[in-house]
């Protein structure tokens, strides 16, 4: 069975698992008497374990294991929850989270057993590790054993020689001539087990690491078909011992039970009179190997796309170490809203048949012909708000690993912080979520490493001792907008003006002539930092640049405000989508270009003489606000078809606080454009975000008025 084809599923999957788990223990660690969230840590690993044994990666599988005893355990009421438990299930998530990683990138776990994390699992179990109280050391092996109740000498289901097949009876043979021991199995899965077949290729995988399938009944093929109810039973030949063997079988998620006993090549009569009792086992066994059924009744996601047949033979995984495969970004789609999408194809299907008929009729009736083409324009106008809603997700997908990240920097700094969020439901187009996680981490690191003042500090100054850091989503109109906001000291902006200085940006002159705002804005510059020391966390000058150039690059924009004494907000503004903009369709040199509507805050008709300079730069003064004028036509190096003395068309973008008028030389009117990349042809050119075509099949190119301020 090649379960390669599900890897996305199984990434996507255990990325979600691994948030849950994280969030989880964070609220552990503040309520570690909460049931639920004990219950809600215990499903979770049980799942990704599930998952991580379907894919074969039997090394995250061992370390999701040994996470999920622990939380049986404390479960049970055998084990208390504190602090050095807590820093070690972080410990172990973020060990999983490797996995996933290189996964992701190899399509294989690697070769770290973790086995400083997996010995510290099991100190905890033994009353050794971070835990107030433990069952005796030992115990775990015991747990297992008292929770599966192995009954390793009784015998499986019956076997008679003549059932074998001529292969089957050679093979057996040989074995006993090589002198193996064999033996008789009986596995048995979950009753609420959803992939018999794929437990049953786990199962046949742990034997092969001991020794041979002889024979199986039903047969193998019935067995990768799921033609058999609970029960499978077969002949191992093996150079080992039975219990090893038992004990790799159950260790397979879902597995409820294996029993066994040696095979002498005979029948064996008494199984059948065992029957009914094997039956009454398979009704207690889920109950007895985990505690709670409704745990293990929510199967992993990847378990309903695995498929239902193996190979002939119990097949090895086959590994792809090297390539990085093309791992598919994907959006859940609630089904109300793919019925809506469906539903306006349809029409939309309608609308063209309706074009087609007018287009061949032999009646000229123009009135009609409109009719249908705003018919089709209201559906595809529909269909656009239709498909934008399906691509649109919350961005708590993003925002939901930042508790835990906040939690271990206010560790490593000893600095008592908290982090509130608002807003985790309000939602952005795919593409721009998955990008805007890196610019968020870098602001909300800055603002524990900066912004926030030491303890001692704090208290001096009248503060609680713990600093609050705030992330607060909100969309308004065609925008979302995000603020990152601290109680801290704020930016010190003659501290920024001496390091300019001392740095060579600025004169001491530029320096203090130039405003707040211009200085606070240094920041974003490449390699510009103001940290005394260097540290894990900051200090190199890397942070944010990156959030200003990856802001930037989703057409959003990045704005500062500071009070000295008590915090920072940093406001960054995004369009909801990148895919279909409203855009200014206007002509420069003969050339037609879109400018985004969201850029654009009046259009301006400007005589020629009230056009000033100031320091070598052409402005206007528009209703008392001096705004410089950028002139197109220079800057796309192309020549003008207005006359020098004609009134210019000034179109005024804004950025935040700044304006600038972008001279054009005629208006075509707003339009509803599908933005095309234009890749890296002309990725030098920071002022074209991309192209689109025209109804005409006409290329325009889309100017980005953000870049030209």
């Avoid at 199984?10 to 849950?20: G, P």
């Avoid at 050119?685 to 006409?698: H, M, P, Q, R, V």
């Amino acid at each position: 069975m090649d379960v390669s084809q599900y890897l996305d599923i199984f990434l996507d999957e255990s990325k979600e698992h691994l948030q849950n788990l994280n969030t989880s223990v964070l609220n552990l660690e503040q309520d570690p008497e909460n049931a639920d969230t004990i219950g809600e840590i215990f499903r979770a690993a049980h799942t990704l374990k599930g998952m991580a044994g379907t894919m074969g990666f039997k090394r995250m599988q061992n370390l999701t294991h040994d996470m999920e005893n622990v939380f049986s355990e404390v479960r049970d009421g055998n084990l208390k929850v504190n602090a050095g438990m807590i820093d070690v299930l972080f410990r172990c998530l973020d060990a999983i989270e490797g996995y996933v990683t290189i996964i992701g990138e190899t399509s294989d776990e690697g070769d770290n057993d973790n086995e400083p994390i997996i010995k510290e699992l099991n100190d905890i179990l033994a009353g050794k590790g971070g835990a107030e109280a433990a069952p005796a050391a030992g115990e775990k092996p015991a747990e297992e054993a008292a929770a599966e109740q192995p009954a390793e000498a009784e015998a499986a289901s019956g076997w008679n020689m003549a059932d074998l097949s001529e292969d089957e009876q050679k093979a057996l043979e040989d074995a006993m001539l090589a002198n193996k021991k064999l033996y008789s199995v009986t596995v048995t899965v979950q009753e609420n087990c959803l992939l018999k077949a794929a437990r049953a290729f786990l199962v046949f995988k742990a034997i092969e690491e001991f020794g041979e399938i002889i024979a199986a009944n039903p047969s193998t093929q019935d067995i990768e078909d799921e033609k058999f109810e609970l029960e499978f039973s077969l002949i191992i030949a093996a150079d080992g011992e039975l219990d090893p063997i038992l004990k790799e079988i159950k260790a397979v998620s879902e597995i409820a039970d294996a029993k066994g006993s040696v095979f002498d090549g005979e029948a064996a009569p008494a199984a059948a009179a065992a029957e009914p009792e094997k039956k009454e086992e398979k009704e207690e066994k889920p109950e007895e190997t985990h505690p709670a059924p409704a745990e293990t009744t929510a199967p992993a996601p990847v378990k309903k796309e695995a498929p239902k047949k193996d190979g002939a033979q119990p097949p090895a995984k086959a590994e792809k170490k090297g390539g990085k495969p093309a791992v598919n970004r994907t959006v859940r789609v609630d089904i109300e809203k793919l019925d809506s999408l469906m539903n306006l194809v349809s029409e939309l299907i309608i609308a063209k048949n309706s074009l087609v008929s007018g287009a061949t009729s032999d009646s000229e009736s123009s009135s009609n012909l409109h009719d249908q083409i705003d018919y089709l324009e209201s559906v595809t106008t529909n269909l656009h708000e239709s498909v934008m809603k399906v691509r649109m997700v919350p961005i708590e997908s993003v925002v939901s690993k930042f508790p835990r990240m906040i939690r271990d920097i206010s560790k490593q700094l000893n600095k008592p912080m908290e982090l509130y969020m608002s807003g985790e439901e309000t939602e952005l187009d795919r593409t721009v979520v998955d990008e805007i996680g890196d610019p968020l981490m870098h602001m909300l690191r800055n603002s524990a490493d900066h912004g926030l003042e030491m303890p001692e500090e704090r208290i001096a100054k009248g503060k609680p001792e713990a600093g609050s850091i705030f992330l607060d989503a909100y969309q308004d109109g065609n925008n979302v907008v995000i603020e990152v906001r601290d109680d801290g000291n704020g930016i010190d902006t003659d501290r920024v003006r001496q390091k300019a200085i001392e740095r060579g940006i600025m004169t001491e002159e530029q320096a203090y002539a130039a405003d707040d705002s211009d200085i606070i804005n240094l920041l974003f510059m490449p390699s510009f930092s103001t940290a005394k020391q260097v540290s894990d966390l900051s200090g190199r000058g890397v942070g944010l640049d990156v959030v200003k150039s990856k802001i930037e690059a989703l057409s959003g924009e990045v704005d500062v405000k500071t009070k000295l004494g008590e915090g920072t907000t940093f406001t960054i503004r995004l369009p909801l989508t990148l895919a279909i903009i409203q855009a200014l369709m206007v002509v420069v040199g003969g050339e037609k270009y879109a400018i985004a509507l969201s850029g654009i805050q009046t259009i301006e008709d400007v005589d020629p003489k009230d056009v000033k300079t100031v320091e070598s730069k052409e402005v206007i003064n528009l209703r008392g606000t001096v705004i410089p004028l950028l002139r197109l036509d220079n800057i796309l190096e192309c020549e003008s078809t207005r006359k020098p003395d004609e009134h210019m068309i000034v179109v005024i973008a804004k950025k935040g606080d700044k304006q600038a008028g972008l001279v054009v030389d005629q208006l075509i009117g707003q339009q509803e454009i599908v933005i095309k990349s234009m890749g890296k042809y002309i990725n030098k050119c920071k002022f074209i975000s991309g192209a689109t075509i025209l109804g005409d099949g006409e290329v325009a190119l889309i100017i980005d008025s953000n870049a030209l301020i």
